[in-house]
Every structure is written in C-alpha cells, then in structure tokens.
C-alpha cells in the first residue's frame, strides 16, 4: 500500500446511538432544568452566567445546569494562550482587566520563519498582532469563570459527560449521561452507576472541539456547512526555565514539512514558566508525520535548546482546533430546543490563533436569544442573528480563505495569505473548497524516529501522558471505535496520529502472534484531544473524570 485515504477506514457517527427518543429505557435517575450547558469550558460557563445574571436581574427562577466531564472544572481545558479580553469585559462590566484570571499583558512579540539551525525574523502580519491582550492558562481562566458561576447559584455537575441527545420528534429535550463503573467489557459492576436522563427546555451544546453531540445534531437534522469543518492537532508542553523569556514567539517552516500547515507558539505566562506548542493541520499528506515527534525535534532547534536548557517540563496535554472557519460553519447553529456555542460550532479565527473571546462571546449572545424563548417564547434563532450581525461572523469572514490556501503547501499558501492580508481578505476572491480531513490521501512513509525523546529535553509519548496528569482506570472499557481488519500501514498512520500512544500496530511478521491484531488499543491513555475521531477511530464519552487532568495548560 503507497497511499492511505482515512475515511476507507473510519467507522460511520454511531447516530443510531447517539439520537435517544427521551424516554426510552435504561436510564437512572431523572432531573429536569430549564437550561442545561454541556461543557464548562469557555463558551459553557459565561452561557451559564450571562443566563443567571439576565434571570436575576427579571426577577425570574431559572434552573441551570452545566455538564463537566472532567473530574473538576478546567481539568480537560487546554488552549496557547494568548487572550483578547474583549468578552471578558462585556460579560464583567464592573470589573478591571487587572481583576481577571490573567497573567499579564503582551508586551513585546516576535515572529520568525526556522530552518533546521537558522531563524529569520519576520515582521508580524496583522493578524498575528496580540499588543492588548493578555497571557493565561485555560485551565485558570475556567476555574475562575466556574467559582463565578456557582456564586450565581449555577450546578456545575463534574465528572457527568453528556453521551446522548435526548429527542422529542425534531426538538432537543436534553442528554443521557455516560455510566460509571462498568468492566472491561462494558458489563455495570457493583460499584456503578447507571445513566441518568437530564431534560431541558433548551440544550446548549458547548463540548469544544470536534463536539459529539454537536456532529450527531448536526447530521440528524441535515445541517450542512459550505466546507466541512477540518482540524489541527496542537500538541503542548509547559516547562520551568532557567532562561527568562520576554515575549510571545510564533514559528513557521521547521520542521514541518512544506506540505503541512501549522506552526508553533511560544509564550511565557511568567518569565520562567513557558507554554510552547505545536499546531499541525490534520490534512497533513504525509502517513508518518507525527506531531508530538515533531514538538521533540522542535525543541532542538537552537532558539528554544537556549530557552529550555536546565529547565524542567512540568505538563503535557493535546487537544485538536476547528480550522475550517467562516465556511465550515454549520449554516444555523440553532434548532429546536438546542444551541451549538463556540469550537463546537467552529468559531475560532485561526491565522490569529484565538477562540477563547470567541466561545464566550458565542455563549454570551446564546443566553441573551435562551432568556428571551423561556421568557416569551421569541425564536432560538434570534442566536444565529445575534452571531451573524457580531464581531465573531465579520472577523471570521475576513480571513476566510487565509487558512484554506495553504491546502496547496507552504509557499503558495504564504503568497496567498499575504495577498489575503493586504486586501482585507478580498483577493483572491471566491472560496477555497476543502475536503474533509479524513478523505485527504496520504503517502506512506517511515516517518521521523521518535529517537529525540531520549535527549535531556525529549519526552516519550508514555511520559507525556504521565505529566498530562491522566489517571484512567486501567479496567475502564474502550471508548474508541476502530473499523475492523485494519492493515498495517493504518494502523501505524493511528500510532503516528495520536500524541498520547494509544494505538500499537502490530506487524504480520511476527509469527507466533501472526493471529493478533494488527490495531491494539490501549485506551485508558487517551487525553480526549480528538484527533481520532478527526481521521480515525470514533471517539465516544467515556466514564466521568477520565483523562487528563490539566492544572495550567
Ligand atoms: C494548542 C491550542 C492553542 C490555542 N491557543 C489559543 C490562544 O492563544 N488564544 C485563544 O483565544 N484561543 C486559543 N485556542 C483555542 C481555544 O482554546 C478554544 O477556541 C476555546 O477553548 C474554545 O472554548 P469552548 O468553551 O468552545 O471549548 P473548550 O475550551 O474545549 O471546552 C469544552 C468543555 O466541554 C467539555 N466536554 C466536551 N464534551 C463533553 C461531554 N460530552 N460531556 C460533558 N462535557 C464535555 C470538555 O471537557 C471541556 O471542558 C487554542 C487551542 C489549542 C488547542
Ligand atoms: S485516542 Fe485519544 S489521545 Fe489519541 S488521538 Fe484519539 S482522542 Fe487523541
């Protein structure tokens, strides 16, 4: 086999399973909302709070609930980041730039185009400017977004994934939660607990990147996008240096291959404590490509070998990003009983790499539109009005086609970004279509060695999961779906795809074991960064606080 084409080999969305007529058998308890937020993420808890600030404000009781699969708020929250605080004041009118979970400002950035041992320093596109915004750590920021909901009276139930939509005909009343507590092959043992049925009169699905829920809606009630939505995989490090850092850093050109998109970002949220990462597009053309490899080879680069020298990783974590923007938004993000509110919908800009403003932005609005249907019964779709007349839509369609160009390399794709960013995004006019991730063929090849995690500042992918805090227990049945006789070639294209080692590909040559699979699972080790569901086996909601447990990313 010399070419892989994913999607021969991906299994379909299980819908059938995914869709539940509210009511149907096999649930435990059942709990009623009027408003019911799956994900405490950005976009989920400033939904929650805008909701509970309208309701007091009108005098009105509102029952919301917010679903969480991590084991506490923040623990599955991984993002650069680098954060326009523009949502933040709209949705803390009373409160200071100096009074949010920031860091500190940008003061001073750079961008540099690497070669194997040289940099040359760009000047910083437009769309890369960040003076005014503020550095942070996701998982800080929802922390503190989640006490400020709770303080408003808001359940935030942890450890409760979403696995189901509940359905009445073509509306949305609510999801089934993921049981706990079974074994290895899926049978509930003495210490489990069941599913539970949690109705609502509106649903806000807010799941982040690649959402089940969200793809399940989407394609049950026929919403379709101008391009399908495509993905990045962003594999991340924090490190405590020796070597204070003074500014954010981007990358671009090694060492990824021209014919792969992404880049890197460096940014320090105190002078010695540095978040860096790597973001490569999942339509990447070549089968060996391997991002966390990638990051290991990335660090040996003269620029960061100084920065990193003495210094200690302290976190690890990866976690996909939406990509496709302004056209592979769904074409409503509203429907009855349900809203789809920011990754999880797309709407992140990524020629600036930002989403966090975005997501709250998009929760802000969606509580504005929920208040006003449990009020007087006006339209959900007064959401999508709100979106398409923002800042979100504008600021995503005048970078339309910026990511989309480089689906032709990396030179190419620069003129035409460049020409994109003179222009204001009028030339070249049109749209790029893009195929979906997963039917993009890819070569086969050996790949890079993933020797560089044996150097001092090298990491394999089996210490990665380590310092992603990921505590999985080892008896949890597999939540990954994986087509069946998957060849070699594929199966080491899964081993190469996801940063956290959960796939093995076993060769035929081996004989005594000749009549093993070729695919091996090893799922507790799975960070939920999605990749998979992107270009291979299915993800599904797993038993509640499983996965990574992230304290800064
Ligand atoms: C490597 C990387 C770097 C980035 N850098 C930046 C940056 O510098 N600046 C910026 O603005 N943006 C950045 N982004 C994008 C930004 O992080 C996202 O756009 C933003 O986090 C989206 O917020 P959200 O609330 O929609 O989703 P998320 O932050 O992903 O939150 C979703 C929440 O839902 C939970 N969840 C998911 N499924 C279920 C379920 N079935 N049941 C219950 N809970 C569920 C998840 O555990 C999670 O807590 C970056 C992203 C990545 C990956
Ligand atoms: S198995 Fe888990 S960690 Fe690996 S790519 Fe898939 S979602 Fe990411």
Not at 68 to 76: L, N, P, R, Y
Not at 133 to 160: D, H, P, Q
Not at 213 to 241: D, M, Y
Not at 313 to 339: C, D, H, N
Request: hydrophobic share 40%; net charge neutral.
């Amino acid at each position: 086999m010399d070419k892989i084409v994913p999607a021969q080999y991906q299994p379909a969305l299980p819908l059938d399973k995914l869709i539940l007529q509210d009511g149907a058998a096999g649930a435990g308890d059942r709990m009623e909302f009027d408003v019911l937020i799956v994900g405490a993420g950005p976009a989920g808890l400033a939904c929650a709070i805008e909701l509970a600030r309208l309701a007091k404000t009108d005098g009105t009781e509102l029952n919301i609930g917010v679903l969480e699969k991590a084991e506490a708020v923040g623990e599955h929250s991984l993002s650069g980041a680098v954060v326009n605080p523009r949502a933040f004041r709209e949705l803390f009118p009373d409160l200071k730039d100096g009074d949010f979970p920031f860091r500190g400002p940008v003061t001073k950035e750079a961008v540099y185009l690497l070669t194997k041992g040289g940099k040359l320093r760009l000047p910083t596109p437009p769309t890369m400017h960040n003076r005014g915004y503020y550095l942070a750590s996701l998982c800080e920021m929802v922390r503190w977004l989640g006490a400020k909901a709770e303080e408003l009276g808001i359940n935030v139930f942890t450890g409760f994934p979403a696995a189901q939509l509940l359905v009445h005909d073509t509306a949305v009343a609510g999801v089934r939660t993921a049981p706990a507590g079974l074994d290895r092959e899926g049978k509930p043992t003495a210490g489990g607990t069941p599913p539970n049925d949690l109705v609502a009169k509106v649903t806000a699905l807010a799941e982040g990147t690649r959402g089940l829920l969200a793809q399940a809606w989407c394609q049950w009630q026929r919403v379709t996008s101008e391009n399908p939505q495509i993905f990045a995989l962003g594999v991340k490090e924090l490190w405590e240096t020796k070597q204070p850092l003074d500014r954010i850093i981007h990358t671009l050109g090694w060492p990824l291959p021209t014919d792969a998109f992404g880049g890197s970002f460096i940014y320090p949220l105190e002078p010695n404590l540095v978040a860096l990462g790597l973001v490569v597009g999942l339509d990447y053309r070549d089968a060996g490509l391997d991002v966390h490899v990638l990051l290991q080879r990335f660090k040996q680069h003269p620029l960061l070998r100084a920065l990193l020298a003495g210094g200690e990783m302290i976190e690890w974590g990866a976690k996909t990003i939406p990509e496709g923007g302004f056209y592979s938004l769904p074409e409503r993000r509203a429907g009855a009983g349900i809203v789809l509110l920011g990754d999880a919908a797309g709407f992140v800009d990524v020629p600036s790499l930002k989403g966090i403003h975005y997501a709250m932005q998009s929760g802000i609005y969606a509580a504005r539109a929920i208040f006003q249907n449990l009020k007087n019964g006006a339209a959900l779709s007064e959401y999508d009005r709100l979106v398409d007349g923002s800042y979100i839509a504008s600021d995503l369609y005048r970078t339309r086609n910026m990511r989309l160009a480089f689906r032709d390399g990396f030179y190419l794709g620069g003129i035409q970004a460049a020409l994109m960013t003179l222009t204001g995004g009028r030339f070249p006019s049109g749209k790029y279509r893009m195929h979906a991730d997963a039917e993009v063929p890819r070569r086969v090849s050996p790949g890079l060695r993933p020797g560089l995690a044996e150097t001092s500042i090298g990491v394999s992918k089996v210490d990665a999961v380590f310092k992603s805090g990921n505590s999985t227990r080892d008896t949890i049945p597999s939540h990954l779906i994986a087509g069946s006789d998957i060849p070699v070639e594929v199966a080491r294209f899964y081993a190469r795809m996801c940063p956290a080692g959960v796939y093995e590909a076993h060769d035929l040559d081996v004989g005594a074991q000749r009549a093993a699979p070729l695919l091996r699972i090893n799922a507790p080790n799975c960070v939920d960064c999605k990749a998979t569901d992107v270009l291979g086996p299915r993800w599904t909601p797993r038993e509640g606080g499983s996965g990574p447990k992230y304290k800064r990313m």
